[in-house]
């Protein structure tokens, strides 16, 4: 298996992700860890609530993944996202890509998450001390 793809109520264990990837043919892993920041323009987030159509979702992170095989010489992808209430500081996403090469890895990583943002459907509410926010789905 070259692929691992998750969506989870429950936080994400960033070392079995890692661990995951781990293979003696890889000499780069670059790994995103998305994590829950306590300001959002000048404002104080006090959590973010992830939804997801995930039957949808998990298409679509399969065809990343399937496409970042295709463009790059990558052994393995674990896309893991989150759902649910998560506080400042919890982990929604972790990316994890290896690869011989380092540039190979760095490169599919961010094309990674930067796919996943705008294709996806999984959709972010900012729920600041004055009210909410439903945040596009692009960077």
């Known amino acids: 298996m070259k692929i691992d793809i998750k ?8 070392q079995s992700c890692i661990d995951w990837v781990m293979s003696p043919e890889c000499g780069g892993i670059n790994v995103f860890i998305g994590t829950v920041r ?4 000048g404002k104080k ?4 609530e992830f939804e997801a159509y995930e ?4 298409g679509e992170m399969n ?5 970042v095989l295709k463009k790059w010489p990558v052994q393995k992808i674990l896309i893991h996202h989150r759902t649910g209430i998560l506080q400042t500081g919890e982990v929604p996403v972790v990316i994890v890509v290896a690869a011989a ?15 996943l943002k705008q294709t996806v459907p999984i959709w972010k509410k900012e729920v600041f001390e004055d009210g909410e926010t439903w945040v596009a789905a692009h960077p």
Do not use: Q, W
């Not at 306590?38 to 323009?41: A, D, E, F, G, Q």
């Not at 065809?63 to 496409?67: P, Q």
């Not at 090469?101 to 796919?115: G, K, L």
């Open 7 to 14: 969506i989870s109520g429950e936080p994400l264990n960033i």
């Open 38 to 41: 306590n300001l959002t323009k």
């Open 45 to 48: 987030v006090i959590r973010l």
């Open 55 to 58: 039957s949808m979702a998990i």
């Open 63 to 67: 065809k990343i993944a399937e496409d």
């Open 101 to 115: 090469h380092r540039d190979a890895a760095f490169d599919a990583c961010r094309y990674t998450i930067d796919t």
